[in-house]
Nanobody, 124 residues
Framework: QVQLVESGGGLVQAGASLRLSCTAS????????MGWFRQAPGKEREFVST????????YVADSVKGRFTISRDNAKNTVYLQMNSLKPEDTAVYFC?????????????????WGQGTQVTVSS
């Protein structure tokens, strides 16, 4: 069982940056692929980015490519999402997810564990 806790969300103006963090419980964080998803009001939860266990394989959604970067620190049991040049359409609850495995996964149903989410609001 893995417990995930997100932090770092907030209210910012368009063009600003935020860094989200997700800290996992347990001693086997290194063996999990980690992902970030987001859900805007009235919309389905969508893939944002994923990183494999070693950090050697990452993917980002086209909608955030060039602006968002995922990274992880296995020594700190933490995955990060650096978000730059934020836009109002990035407004959503951002969720961290974990999947035991070695490759990167981009489908919501691939993931076994989810955090409670952190709100990101970008004003225009």
């Amino acid at each position: 069982q893995v417990q995930l806790v997100e932090s770092g969300g907030g209210l910012v103006q368009a063009g600003a940056s935020l860094r989200l963090s997700c800290t996992a419980s347990g001693r086997t964080f290194w063996s999990y692929t980690m992902g970030w998803f987001r859900q805007a009001p009235g919309k389905e939860r969508e893939f944002v980015s994923t990183i494999n266990w070693s950090g050697g394989s990452t993917y980002v959604a086209d909608s955030v490519k060039g602006r968002f970067t995922i990274s992880r620190d296995n020594a700190k049991n933490t995955v990060y999402l650096q978000m730059n040049s934020l836009k109002p359409e990035d407004t959503a609850v951002y969720f961290c997810a974990a999947k035991h495995g070695t490759r990167a996964y981009s489908l919501r149903d691939d993931y076994d564990y989810w955090g409670q989410g952190t709100q990101v609001t970008v004003s225009s």
